[in-house]
């Protein structure tokens, strides 16, 4: 049975519908964050829940693959070695899968601290498009608007 997986569950299949299946996630999170469907599905443990098994998943294919897991940690030797890194696929789809659930992640935060901030959906817009994106740039503006909302500033 694992074997008929492993044979649709291909790389680029799991590729395509981690990037489909977390669209409908940001959808929610950006046009609907204070309905109940999003307190459900993204705000709580769910979407994690999924994608850590899609993640565990991939973890046991490419460990019954003899995927070596020791020369993930080249990429601290240097840039150069990153770049072998990347050229990869077994790499790049658990980067990519870890990437994409930790700006969900991160998504999901600047929902919940706006809404107990009482901040507009409208002024959290484009930092989650941007978080969605370039996850640091999105948090970063996501900030600034909220120091103005707390009326104070303080880095934790």
């Not at 740039?137 to 120091?147: D, H, N, P």
Request: charged letters at 10%; glycine letters at 4%; aromatic letters at 26%.
């Amino acid at each position: 049975m694992f074997e008929q997986l492993s044979n649709f569950f291909t790389i680029e299949v799991i590729y395509l519908w981690i990037n489909i299946g977390i669209i409908p996630f940001w959808i929610i999170l950006i046009f609907f964050p204070q309905s109940r469907l999003c307190n459900y599905l993204i705000i709580s443990i769910f979407p994690y829940l999924i994608f850590s098994a899609i993640y565990v998943y991939l973890i046991y294919y490419f460990f019954i693959s003899n995927y070596n897991f020791l020369n993930n940690f080249n990429l601290y030797l240097g840039f150069n070695d990153l770049m072998e890194l990347f050229s990869e696929k077994s790499f790049l789809i658990i980067f990519w899968s870890h990437f994409l659930i930790i700006n969900l992640f991160c998504g999901s935060w600047i929902v919940k601290d706006s809404q107990q901030l009482m901040i507009s959906k409208y002024f959290t817009f484009i930092p989650l498009v941007l978080t969605y994106f370039v996850g640091p740039l999105g948090i970063l503006i996501y900030w600034v608007i909220r120091i103005f909302y707390a009326k104070s500033f303080r880095l934790f």
